[in-house]
């Protein structure tokens, strides 16, 4: 059995599109946990379960994969999958293949800044490697980003259970050939689609790249240091203003072409 955990905030929009392409393209016998807080409406009957729980979204989905772990099998499989991502084609060949040897396989973002750690947008691993690995998907263990500071995100942690194991995964590289926006709209191993920041502001850190800084030549400087920080900081606001607003118009369109066309994930290949 195939047991996906999935977590749902603050709106319902995805949750008929991400079922929908889960029972267009999954051929294997499947069930769905969902976590559905501060969504609007009655949708528990959609789901095979609803676990409630409030908090960070690593720790949702660490409930989930124990709810599952309680009823499932040791060689059944979880598969996390964000709320804002489906698969586009059955995505089994793929996962077996990979599963075959090695430790889980899922998305692997290389173009947010240089992420290293596996993704909970689509993951899948059997539930006696999770159990193997002390599975947490916390954010912790760090890494050096393309800004040459530490960072960290969700899957942190569990990267570094994957490197103190031993344990080899697969990653899900981004398969696009045109990208509509460097982070967003990805299609990973040519199986698995990811909206990103379909529950927030889209905004990455790949987005924030080029944002003005405020400490630039002379910003220390007595009394025109002072105008110099106050000015910067205007033109950040701007930026930000500018580029969510642009983001989310495209945001918005992509969701669009998704809902009406199973297909719409080919023009991104």
């Known amino acids: 059995m195939i047991y996906f955990a999935t977590v749902h905030?603050?709106?319902?929009?995805w949750i008929d599109v991400q079922l929908g392409y889960l029972q267009r393209n999954m051929t294997?016998?499947?069930l769905v946990f969902a976590n559905l807080e501060d969504v609007p409406g009655e949708h528990g009957q959609k789901f095979a379960r609803v676990v409630p729980a409030?908090?960070?979204?690593?720790?949702?989905?660490?409930?989930?994969?124990?709810?599952?772990?309680?009823?499932?099998?040791?060689d059944d499989l979880i598969v996390f999958l964000d709320g804002d991502a489906f698969p586009v084609v059955d995505p089994m060949p793929v996962v077996t293949a990979a599963l075959a040897d090695t430790s889980l396989v899922a998305i692997r973002r290389d173009e947010n800044a240089s992420d290293l750690q596996p993704h909970p947008a689509f993951c899948a691993i059997r539930v006696d490697d999770w159990h193997a690995l002390h599975?947490?998907?916390s954010a912790g263990h760090c890494w050096t980003g393309a800004d040459g500071q530490l960072t960290s995100d969700v899957g942190g942690n569990l990267l570094r259970a994957l490197e103190l194991a031993g344990a080899r995964w697969t990653p899900l590289l981004r398969s696009n050939r045109t990208n509509v926006h460097p982070l967003w709209y990805g299609v990973y191993g040519g199986i698995v689609y990811h909206h990103g920041a379909g529950f927030r502001d889209p905004l990455g850190r790949v987005d924030l790249l080029g944002q003005p800084?405020?400490?630039g030549p002379g910003r220390r400087l007595p009394g025109l240091g002072t105008v110099l920080r106050r000015w910067d900081s205007s033109r950040a606001q701007r930026?930000?203003?500018?580029?969510?607003?642009?983001?989310r118009q495209v945001h918005d369109e992509m969701f669009a072409k998704l809902a009406r066309d199973p297909d719409f994930y080919q023009g991104l290949l």
């Open 9 to 13: 905030f603050g709106s319902a929009r």
């Open 28 to 30: 294997d016998p499947y």
């Open 54 to 74: 409030t908090g960070g979204h690593a720790g949702k989905l660490n409930l989930l994969a124990a709810e599952i772990s309680a009823v499932a099998r040791a």
């Open 135 to 137: 599975g947490d998907w």
């Open 213 to 215: 800084s405020p400490h």
């Open 239 to 247: 930026f930000r203003a500018a580029t969510k607003s642009s983001a």
